[in-house]
């Protein structure tokens, strides 16, 4: 009979404590304490590795993308337009680019601000004139410059996910965490979770449950001219990817730079070998 005794009491003890285990996971996912609540989807990009390259086609479409959704609330201050021609544009059709925006220049001789078509050598212009009417504007979250968003929102991965990243060269951190945000909205939020008014929720932001910016694409939102899907996973990449070029537009030269330099020290430390064997080898040791 104490057999039967102790062995119901741990029956029940293992019963208590697996209820008591689930409701702390469900309380746990109702009332996160880590950000961003999921991890950011490895995505496949042309540009990762130490032999990436942009692909340009993406980049054309990833700008059309800003143009038409995104610089309705989000600025590319550092960005000119004639470093478009990175992107495969020529002379003329940056020019006709630009034009399309108005810039507010001056002052003129007569002392007045004037507004004027761009010039490539503009920068893109801002939506809002500031960041206060930008943040009045947007529920009072003004919206980030987007020229280094890409450098800026790489999630920290923990052990030992950083010591693996050594030596994958894993360095997609920005554009996975944008395009994991731009397509995680239509996720459902967790029962007992409570999503502040007039906020959204998305398990990918990193800095809550939930974010003022809504779901900013939907699918057959853009056009695209080469015949790519136009669903919101897509527009996500081809953003994510202009964004990356926005932010490091010299990274195939310093690519390019960085296997030359490799290759001349080895060649380099060949040499020096070789000569000091030459120096030395009649030399009794």
């Not at 119901?8 to 409701?23: D, E, K, M, S, W």
Request: charged share 20%.
């Amino acid at each position: 009979m104490k057999k039967i005794l102790t062995s119901l009491a741990l029956v029940g003890l293992v019963a208590a404590g697996t209820a008591a285990f689930a409701a702390e996971e469900a309380h746990n996912a109702a009332a996160p304490t880590h950000f961003p609540i999921n991890e950011p989807k490895e995505m496949s990009w042309s540009f990762t590795g130490p032999f990436g390259t942009y692909d340009k086609a993406q980049l054309q479409r990833g700008l059309k993308v800003y143009k038409e959704v995104c610089s309705a609330c989000h600025s590319m201050n550092l960005v000119a337009f004639r470093t478009l021609s990175d992107l495969g544009y020529n002379d003329a059709q940056i020019k006709t680019l630009a034009a399309e925006y108005t810039v507010h220049d001056g002052p003129n001789d007569a002392g007045d601000m004037f507004d004027r078509p761009g010039k490539p050598s503009d920068h893109f212009p801002a939506p809002f004139a500031n960041e206060q009417a930008a943040a009045a504007s947007n529920g009072g979250a003004a919206p980030p410059d987007m020229s280094l968003l890409a450098k800026a929102r790489g999630v920290e991965r923990g052990f030992p996910q950083f010591v693996f990243d050594i030596f994958t060269q894993y360095d997609a951190g920005g554009p996975d965490y944008i395009h994991s945000l731009l397509t995680g909205y239509d996720q459902t939020p967790p029962a007992g979770m409570v999503i502040p008014e007039g906020t959204h929720y998305n398990p990918y932001f990193m800095s809550g449950v939930s974010l003022k910016m809504p779901k900013p694409l939907s699918d057959g939102q853009v056009t695209y001219d080469d015949g790519s899907p136009q669903t919101v996973d897509q527009y996500a990449r081809d953003v994510s990817a202009f964004l990356t070029w926005a932010a490091e537009p010299h990274m195939e030269a310093r690519k390019k730079m960085g296997f030359r330099v490799l290759v001349f020290l080895l060649l380099f430390g060949a040499l020096v070998y070789l000569t000091k064997r030459k120096v030395w080898e009649g030399v009794a040791h």
